[in-house]
């Protein structure tokens, strides 16, 4: 959500609000009074996906083992050109622009299913389920199996 500009008359209750270093119950339940009052002034950002990282997320998706180069060629652009691209739409370099879709993916597998993890990691292209969890606990500071324990929200 976002708020291009404060109504004046939420003001005051911001100006109540106490600003300390270590703010107590009472600010903190002002300004969460605040935040439920502004919400509804709010507009939702629309999350619109580019076109170019929209097709290189499901180029990746289908073939997991497809090298940037390939990927590149599918997309229709030199692989320079993917690289600046990616770059400036994600701020991510397209290696890691792909590890961050494997490893979504890898998520929305371990959360939804119980595929074990050696084939998780054999779905995503990955030579090893070792590696798949020195990946997966370095992108998500969770091993595969504290993913699955973990609550979720329904």
């Not at 939702?44 to 990746?60: D, G, V, Y």
């Amino acid at each position: 959500f976002c708020l291009q500009k404060l109504p004046p008359e939420f003001i005051p209750d911001i100006q109540k609000i106490p600003m300390n270093y270590l703010p107590d119950t009472d600010a903190l339940a002002q300004l969460y009074g605040l935040l439920s009052k502004l919400l509804p002034h709010m507009k939702e950002k629309s999350a619109t996906t580019p076109p170019l990282l929209k097709k290189l997320s499901n180029l990746i998706l289908q073939d997991p083992l497809a090298r940037i180069p390939a990927l590149a060629r599918e997309c229709g652009v030199s692989e320079s050109s993917l690289y600046a691209h990616v770059k400036a739409l994600s701020g991510k370099t397209p290696n890691d622009f792909r590890m961050d879709i494997l490893m979504s993916e890898a998520i929305r597998l371990l959360a939804s299913s119980d595929i074990p993890v050696n084939l998780v990691a054999e779905q995503l292209g990955f030579s090893s389920a070792n590696y798949f969890r020195k990946v997966f606990r370095e992108h998500t500071g969770l091993t595969p199996s504290q993913l699955r324990k973990r609550p979720t929200l329904d």
